[in-house]
Each structure stands twice: as structure tokens, then as C-alpha cells.
């Protein structure tokens, strides 16, 4: 095999969550592109049937798959239409995910008056939402042999960033539990199981546009912060994670597991002097 041929995906299935998002949805059309037949999860199916007709246009093969991954019953039936469909399941991208108002301390939420509910609503959706699709998708790869599941966590993990209390300890969740199932996974169902994570890094998206740009399209103070703090001097675009993803999904990286890669412009790495 070609160092080139590594990284085809020709032959694999993936399933990506939150697939009709701005970085989900770039990560199922890179799949689709490197040779993988995708499943585009997502709650709205007219979206996840636009992200299918995207990818199809585009010579890739994909099918709209909705469900909720915070419902074990939603994902058990989508899994057995993949199954029915392309009878087997290689890939597995968490992207699912994201920050809700109530966990952010900013305007009139403090870290004093924050409701639990609010709290526990933003881990359960980053952190169950990863954890329940990686049950239902990942027992199909245990009986196969082979699998790789791909996690999406953050800068926020390891950085302390003010506001996002809830979404920082989502993702800082995400990465332990990446290891954790990583290490599970390869002692218990064999080497060819793997799990990693992304921590991307500040990419414009629908849930962040007003945080980090003003309505004429120049940052807000916190995006100017950012921007000074990114080496680079940027934000990311979605395809640039494409790269990542594919590597990790591909026979390139099967003796990697249990690993947060950054993808963020340099951000992790410089102190801010």
C-alpha cells in the first residue's frame, strides 16, 4: 500500500452527528470525498437531505440519516438502516455539540444565579451526546474488529476562556472521556478500534457568529482577543479540518489512539507575550 493509498477511505462507512452543522457538515463532505459512503446525522431532515444532495452532486455517496443523539431508540434505528443499507459501519465523527445561552456567564448570568438545568443541559448534549452514539455506532465496530471514532472537543478543554463555564467543562469532559474509551476499546475489542479528538479552534459558526463578529463583519472585542492570541492571526475554515479527520479516520493513523490533535491556528501553544 502507497503511503497515498493510506489515506483513502474507499470502501469505509461513516457516520457523522451533527453533519448539517457548519464543521460537521465540512468533515461528512471531506469523508465523502476521500472514498466513504457517509451518513448525515442530524435532527432536521430537510437539512441533513440538503448536506446528502450536496455531497452526492459532488460524485460522493451519502444517505440523510436523522435521529437525536441524546436518544439511544432515535440512534439504535438509524444504525439499523445504515446497517441495512451499506452493512457496515467504520467511521464515527461526534460533532454533535455546542454551547447553549443559560451555561454562559454573560449579560444577566453570573456563576451565582446559573440554573443547573442550564449546566447540566450543555454537558449532556457535548458529553452524552458523544457517549450514546459511540455505544450504538461503536458496538458495531467491536463485533467487526475495526473502527475509528472521532470526537470533536475544543480550545476551551484545556484553556481557561471566560463565559463558556457549561461548554468548558463539556469539552474538558470530551477529552477524558476520548482516553478513556480509547484505552477500553484497544484492551478489550482489540487494536482495531480507535478513538481520538479535535480541538478545533476558533471557527466562525452559527452559534458563535455575534461573539466574534460585529453585523459589519470587523471582531467584536473578544474576536480581536482571539485573533491576538492565534499566531496565525486568523479564524479557521471549515475544510481545514478536513484534513484531520480524514488521517484519523484512515488506515494513516491506525496506531494512533486515545490523542486530542489542535487544529487551531496556534493557539494552544503561545502564552500571549
Do not use: C
Not at 18 to 44: C, D, F, S
Not at 109 to 120: A, G, H, I, L, R
Not at 166 to 187: H, L, M, P, Q
Amino acid at each position: 500500500m502507497s503511503v497515498f493509498d493510506q489515506f483513502s477511505l474507499a470502501g469505509k462507512t461513516a457516520v457523522v452527528t451533527g453533519a448539517t452543522g457548519v464543521l460537521g457538515g465540512a468533515m461528512a463532505h471531506g469523508l465523502a470525498a476521500a472514498g466513504a459512503k457517509v451518513a448525515i446525522l442530524g435532527r432536521r431532515a430537510e437539512k441533513a437531505q440538503e448536506v446528502v444532495d450536496a455531497i452526492q452532486a459532488a460524485g460522493g455517496a451519502a444517505l440523510a440519516t436523522p435521529a437525536d443523539v441524546l436518544s439511544t431508540d432515535s440512534l439504535s434505528i438509524t444504525r439499523d438502516v445504515i446497517m441495512a443499507e451499506w452493512g457496515r459501519i467504520d467511521i464515527l465523527v461526534n460533532a454533535a455539540g455546542g454551547n447553549m445561552p443559560g451555561a454562559t456567564i454573560f449579560n444577566d448570568v453570573t456563576f451565582f444565579n446559573m440554573k443547573e438545568e442550564d449546566f447540566d443541559g450543555v454537558v449532556k448534549l457535548n458529553l452524552n451526546g458523544s457517549l450514546l452514539p459511540t455505544q450504538v455506532f461503536g458496538e458495531v465496530m467491536a463485533d467487526q474488529g475495526s473502527g475509528s471514532v472521532i470526537n470533536i472537543s475544543s480550545m476551551a478543554s484545556t484553556r481557561t476562556l471566560t463565559r463558556v463555564l457549561g461548554y468548558s467543562n463539556a469539552k474538558a469532559a470530551i477529552d477524558s472521556f476520548t482516553k478513556w474509551v480509547a484505552v477500553e476499546f484497544a484492551r478489550t475489542y482489540g487494536a482495531g478500534l480507535r478513538v481520538n479528538a479535535i480541538a478545533p479552534g476558533f471557527f466562525v459558526g452559527e452559534q458563535n457568529r455575534a461573539f466574534l463578529l460585529n453585523p459589519d463583519g470587523t471582531n467584536t472585542p473578544r474576536g480581536q482577543l482571539i485573533i491576538d492570541h492565534t499566531p496565525m492571526g486568523r479564524y479557521g475554515e471549515p475544510d481545514e479540518l478536513v484534513g484531520t479527520a480524514i488521517w484519523l479516520a484512515s488506515d494513516a493513523a491506525k496506531f494512533v489512539t486515545g490523542i486530542v490533535v489542535p487544529v487551531d491556528g496556534g493557539f494552544s501553544a503561545f502564552s500571549g507575550i
